[in-house]
């Protein structure tokens, strides 16, 4: 019985942490002036209006479906390869309505 009450605890410690970590806070301010930004920053070049790719990578599967908010805001702020960075081109704010965006609007999470 014992072994069974703390398994009990450990789901309850779970489900709290996953309330925590689940995605229903994150929300683009405004989807029309950030969906504009995607496009003017040439986002939209190499990743495509829709974030399916052309010469930057296709963000809707595989290995970008599985990066946090962080990851994609670092992304975003540092580039990486062929894709610049923009920390120098944007705010703060900018930045984080992009990864925001990416994540929700683009990747659907
Ligand atoms: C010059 C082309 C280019 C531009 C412009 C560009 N990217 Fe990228 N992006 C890439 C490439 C290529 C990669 C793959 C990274 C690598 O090869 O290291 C990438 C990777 C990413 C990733 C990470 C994918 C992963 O592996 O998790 C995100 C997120 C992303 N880009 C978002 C953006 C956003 C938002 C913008 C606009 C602010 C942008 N990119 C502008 C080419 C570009």
Same mark, same amino acid.
């Given at each position: 019985?014992?072994?069974?009450?703390?398994?009990?605890?450990?789901?309850? +410690?779970?489900?709290?942490? @996953?309330?925590?970590?689940?995605? &229903?806070? +994150?929300?683009? %301010? !405004? /989807?029309?002036?950030?969906?504009? =930004?995607?496009?003017? *920053?040439? @986002?939209? /070049? @190499?990743?495509?209006?829709?974030?399916?790719?052309? /010469? &930057?990578?296709? =963000?809707?599967?595989? $290995?970008? $479906?599985?990066?946090?908010?962080?990851? +994609?805001?670092?992304?975003?702020?540092?580039?990486?390869?062929? $894709?610049?960075?923009?920390? !120098? %081109?944007?705010?703060?704010?900018?930045?984080?309505? =992009?990864? %925001?965006?990416?994540?929700?609007? +683009? *990747?659907?999470?």
């Amino acid at each position: 019985m014992k072994h069974l009450k703390s398994l009990v605890v450990f789901a309850a +410690i779970l489900a709290g942490a @996953c309330g925590q970590t689940s995605s &229903g806070g +994150i929300a683009v %301010k !405004d /989807v029309a002036v950030t969906r504009a =930004l995607f496009a003017s *920053q040439q @986002c939209a /070049v @190499c990743h495509g209006p829709e974030g399916k790719g052309g /010469v &930057g990578a296709n =963000l809707t599967t595989g $290995m970008p $479906m599985q990066r946090s908010l962080e990851q +994609i805001e670092a992304q975003i702020k540092n580039g990486s390869g062929v $894709m610049p960075a923009f920390k !120098d %081109k944007l705010s703060e704010e900018q930045i984080q309505e =992009l990864a %925001k965006f990416v994540y929700k609007e +683009i *990747q659907k999470r």
